[in-house]
């Protein structure tokens, strides 16, 4: 049977006050090659074959579980990681990414039977939030509501100019504890200080209006909760305002940190990362600028 080539890219979600909500596409890729097969399911790295569990696999879990939603009978699959650049559990959409690789190649084994709402409604179903997958399956930024499964998104109009450095560290925060230390429920100003922000962020986005895009990327929905988990957060945004980004923010649940910046980004990757270096844990930063065209099956 003949290789599904699947492209998809890593993903920012929240990006500050849009709390499983908001979410966009990066240049930053992973690629994958699914082939059904007569045996059981083999996992490569860059076909070197790997010794794990293939159950465990995000990849080979979300072809099954898209498979079995429609009684498509099958042995097993060569899956084959030939890219994987997006770092794992750094708040970059990694686990997003093996979710919509998964599903979109269930989708050609199946014939192209899916619409992109359904791909992006069994993706939403197994991640549990849709503000990576929305993003990593249509590109670009993405405003999403999840209601009961139904899955509705808008792309929103983004300034060309606008890009994000990625201030990855060594150490990883899983999406699990970074969700358990949020609380229950929260007071009233602290939601209205998040609808407002994320409103006038997706307005200033779409008027081009840098002025008021740093208050824009505050939140008291998740980040408060998750400073403690990401060591320096308050050092390295304070770096990056004073080196002029417009703004910055916690990517997805971290441990990766955003800066937007729109202009003198080379200037500021090589200020921060002389900044970065001198922290205790290791740091790399990285310069993308938004994907828009979301997963590429090939
Ligand atoms: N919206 C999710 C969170 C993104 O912040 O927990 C995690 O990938």
Same mark, same amino acid.
């Given at each position: 049977?003949?290789?599904?080539?699947?492209?998809?890219?890593?993903?920012?979600?929240?990006?500050?006050?849009?709390?499983?909500?908001?979410?966009?596409?990066?240049?930053?890729?992973?690629?994958?090659?699914?082939?059904?097969?007569?045996?059981?399911?083999?996992?490569?790295?860059?076909?070197?074959?790997?010794?794990?569990?293939?159950?465990?696999?995000?990849?080979?879990?979300?072809?099954?579980?898209?498979?079995?939603?429609?009684?498509?009978?099958?042995?097993?699959?060569?899956?084959?990681?030939?890219?994987?650049?997006?770092?794992?559990?750094?708040? @970059?959409? !990694?686990?997003? *990414?093996?979710?919509?690789?998964?599903? +979109?190649?269930?989708?050609? &084994?199946? #014939?192209?039977?899916? $619409?992109?709402?359904?791909?992006?409604?069994?993706?939403?179903?197994?991640?549990?939030?849709?503000?990576?997958?929305?993003?990593?399956?249509?590109?670009?930024?993405?405003?999403?509501?999840?209601?009961?499964?139904?899955?509705?998104?808008?792309?929103?109009?983004?300034?060309?100019?606008?890009?994000?450095?990625?201030?990855?560290?060594?150490?990883?925060?899983?999406?699990?504890?970074?969700?358990?230390?949020?609380?229950?429920?929260?007071?009233?100003?602290?939601?209205?200080?998040?609808?407002?922000?994320?409103?006038?962020?997706?307005?200033?986005?779409?008027?081009?209006?840098?002025?008021?895009?740093?208050?824009?990327?505050?939140?008291?929905?998740?980040?408060?909760?998750?400073?403690?988990?990401?060591?320096? @957060?308050? !050092?390295?945004? *304070?770096?990056?305002?004073?080196?002029? +980004?417009?703004?910055?923010? &916690?990517? #997805?649940?971290?441990? $990766?940190?955003?800066?937007?910046?729109?202009?003198?980004?080379?200037?500021?990757?090589?200020?921060?990362?002389?900044?970065?270096?001198?922290?205790?844990?290791?740091?790399?930063?990285?310069?993308?600028?938004?994907?828009?065209?979301?997963?590429?099956?090939?």
């Amino acid at each position: 049977m003949s290789k599904i080539k699947v492209k998809i890219p890593a993903t920012t979600a929240n990006m500050g006050p849009g709390f499983d909500t908001l979410g966009m596409a990066l240049k930053l890729y992973n690629e994958i090659e699914v082939e059904e097969t007569y045996t059981e399911t083999e996992i490569y790295n860059d076909n070197v074959k790997s010794s794990d569990d293939y159950k465990d696999n995000l990849i080979y879990k979300s072809i099954i579980n898209a498979l079995d939603r429609f009684h498509y009978k099958y042995n097993g699959f060569k899956i084959n990681v030939i890219k994987c650049d997006i770092p794992m559990s750094r708040g @970059l959409g !990694s686990s997003a *990414a093996c979710i919509v690789g998964g599903v +979109s190649a269930a989708n050609v &084994i199946m #014939g192209n039977r899916l $619409t992109i709402e359904e791909i992006i409604s069994i993706a939403t179903d197994i991640e549990g939030h849709p503000d990576n997958v929305v993003p990593a399956v249509v590109g670009g930024m993405v405003v999403s509501i999840n209601e009961d499964g139904m899955v509705n998104y808008s792309k929103i109009s983004m300034p060309g100019q606008l890009k994000f450095a990625a201030m990855i560290p060594e150490f990883e925060v899983s999406t699990e504890l970074s969700r358990k230390v949020l609380p229950e429920f929260y007071k009233k100003q602290d939601c209205i200080f998040n609808i407002s922000r994320a409103t006038m962020l997706v307005s200033s986005l779409y008027n081009e209006d840098f002025n008021s895009l740093r208050m824009c990327f505050d939140d008291k929905i998740h980040q408060p909760y998750r400073n403690k988990l990401i060591n320096n @957060l308050d !050092s390295i945004f *304070a770096k990056s305002k004073e080196l002029g +980004s417009v703004g910055e923010f &916690i990517s #997805g649940s971290g441990s $990766t940190l955003m800066a937007v910046l729109n202009k003198d980004e080379d200037n500021f990757v090589n200020k921060m990362g002389e900044f970065l270096n001198q922290l205790d844990d290791r740091w790399k930063i990285i310069l993308l600028k938004p994907d828009m065209e979301g997963v590429k099956v090939m």
